[in-house]
Each structure stands twice: as structure tokens, then as C-alpha cells.
């Protein structure tokens, strides 16, 4: 219970510091725009195949999430608060917390995106639930991949340069597994067929939050 009751009051801090702030908020709402705004305009007339624009709607939620999911640790480091953490509370129950905080932020981001997408490109969404799917368990694995990558740039001199460069490796299995299942979703195929890559999903997220809760230690100490 304490675990749970400490994660959530993370998770509540963070999230009360952001409604103060709105930093992150309205850095990520004016990326989405831009990003989606540029589809578009590169789009322009042109017919273009729901396989391709189901592309394009993750590279919109990939580039919008790493512009704002790194700074949950940095900003720990910025306003010299990690030490009072460290004294608060476990670092299990902190990288929870952080993860449930970047999980409501980058939900909530990915609505916006979708809606905005939808409505800028005329993308026909053929199998809604198996698109939900898809999209909940591509945001869960692209905030656990996220969360503890942003941890560990928290404690690097050049944090700007660092993100993009050590998250794509770690996430290119999981994009390639999204946009594929999102593909399948748009086209309207058979649930079966979108098994397999939501299979890939559930193990890259529970692996990749199993490992990233048993090292976050050295690097929270470090």
C-alpha cells in the first residue's frame, strides 16, 4: 500500500506543478501543431494511401512525446529538488510515479494528435478497436522507454543532444510494431492478423518497465 500511496503522490506533485506551470503542457500543445501543420502542407493535394498516413500519425506522436517526456528528471536536476526525492521517498516509488505522470500527459497529447491528424488528413479509421489497442500500448511502451531514458540524460552535461540520440534505437522496435499494427487497423483486416503486433507490444512494454524499475536505482544514486 505505502508503494502505491507514495507513487501517487509523485504522480500528484508533478501533476500539480504542471497545471501551475503549464510549461510542458504548452511546449508539447505548440510542437503538435507545428508537426501536424507541416503533414499538411506537405500533403497538400495529393491522394494519400491510409498505410502512408498511418505513418505519418506516429512520426507526429513520436516527435511531439520527445519533446516534452525528457524533461520529468531534468527538471528535478534544474530546480535542485532530486536530493529531496532521494531522502522522500524509494526510487521505485519515483519511477512509477514518473512513469504514471508521463503516461497521462502523453494520453492525453495523443488524443489531441489523433483528432487533429484525423481531421487535417481525412484518415478513415476502419477497425476503432483494434486502433485503440494499438494506441494504448504504443503510448505505454513509448513512455516506459521514454521515462527511463529521460532518467538517465538527467544526469549527462549535454541533456538536449543525448534524448533523441539514445531513444530511436531503444524505440525502433516498438515503432516499427505501432505503425504496422496501425496500418492493419486503418486498412480494416482481420483482428487476428494484428495478434502478432500486439503481442510484441505487451512483452517490449513489460520488459522494458520490469528492467528499467531494476536499474533505475543505480542510475536515481548515481
Not at 15 to 24: F, P
Not at 176 to 181: C, P, T
Amino acid at each position: 500500500m505505502r508503494l502505491w500511496a507514495c507513487t501517487y503522490q509523485i504522480f500528484k506533485k508533478d501533476m500539480i506543478s504542471e497545471i501551475r506551470t503549464r510549461y510542458v503542457v504548452n511546449s508539447l500543445l505548440m510542437f503538435v501543431i507545428i508537426i501536424i501543420s507541416v503533414i499538411r502542407f506537405s500533403i497538400g493535394n495529393e491522394i494519400v494511401s491510409e498505410e502512408v498516413l498511418a505513418g505519418l500519425l506516429w512520426i507526429a506522436i513520436f516527435f511531439s512525446a520527445s519533446s516534452g517526456l525528457a524533461r520529468v528528471f531534468i527538471k528535478e536536476e534544474e530546480k535542485e529538488t532530486s536530493l529531496a526525492l532521494k531522502l522522500s521517498v524509494g526510487t521505485t516509488e519515483i519511477f512509477l510515479g514518473k512513469l504514471l505522470f508521463n503516461f497521462v500527459l502523453t494520453f492525453a497529447l495523443n488524443i489531441v494528435i489523433v483528432i487533429f491528424f484525423i481531421l487535417i488528413s481525412g484518415l478513415h479509421i476502419t477497425d476503432t478497436g483494434g486502433f485503440i489497442i494499438i494506441l494504448l500500448l504504443g503510448n505505454t511502451g513509448l513512455v516506459a522507454a521514454s521515462t527511463i531514458i529521460a532518467a538517465i540524460i538527467s544526469k549527462a552535461n549535454s541533456k538536449g543532444t543525448l534524448y533523441p540520440v539514445l531513444s530511436f534505437p531503444v524505440l525502433l522496435p516498438l515503432l516499427l510494431s505501432v505503425i504496422n499494427g496501425t496500418k492493419l487497423s486503418v486498412t480494416g483486416t482481420d483482428f487476428s492478423e494484428l495478434l502478432p503486433d500486439i503481442q510484441i507490444l505487451i512483452s517490449y512494454s513489460v520488459v522494458v518497465i520490469t528492467a528499467s524499475i531494476l536499474v533505475f536505482r543505480f542510475i536515481w544514486e548515481d
